[in-house]
Nanobody, 128 residues
C-alpha cells in the first residue's frame, strides 16, 4: 500500500523559511518519481518540483528557482522541500505525490501527466 505523509507546514512571515518533509512507503524508492505540488485557495493545483529517484535528477519550476530546494534521503525514504524567502503568493496546501516514473519529471510538474499517488497535504501560510 503506497503512502505519502507530509509534514513541516505552518505559518511564517514573508521572507521566512520552512522545510517540508514527505515520508513514503509501499514502493521501491528508486523506481519512482516524487514531486511537490501546491494548491492555493481558489486556484488550480500547480507543480513545484520533482525528483527522479533513479538518478537524482531534479526539476524545479521557474517561479521557485533560487528560493526552493528539493532534496532526498534514500535511507529514510524521504524527500524534502526547503523553502526560503517565502512570499505571500506561496500560501497554499502543499502535496507530496509519486508515480512509477512513466514520464520525465517536467511532464508531471508542468501538468502534462498526473501522479498516481498523493499525500493529504500540509498547509503553508505566509503572512505578516
Amino acid at each position: 500500500q503506497v503512502q505519502l505523509v507530509e509534514s513541516g507546514g505552518g505559518w511564517v512571515q514573508p521572507g521566512g523559511s520552512l522545510r517540508l518533509s514527505c515520508e513514503v512507503s509501499g514502493f521501491t524508492f528508486d523506481d519512482y518519481v516524487i514531486g511537490w505540488f501546491r494548491q492555493a485557495p481558489g486556484k488550480k493545483r500547480e507543480g513545484v518540483s520533482c525528483i527522479r529517484n533513479r538518478d537524482g535528477a531534479i526539476y524545479l519550476r521557474d517561479f521557485v528557482k533560487g528560493r526552493f530546494t528539493f532534496s532526498r534521503d534514500n535511507s529514510k525514504k524521504s524527500v524534502y522541500l526547503q523553502m526560503n524567502n517565502l512570499k505571500s503568493e506561496d500560501t497554499a496546501v502543499y502535496y507530496c505525490a509519486a508515480d512509477a516514473a512513466h514520464f520525465v519529471c517536467a511532464d508531471y510538474v508542468e501538468g502534462y501527466n498526473e501522479m498516481d499517488y498523493w499525500g493529504k497535504g500540509t498547509q503553508v501560510t505566509v503572512s505578516a
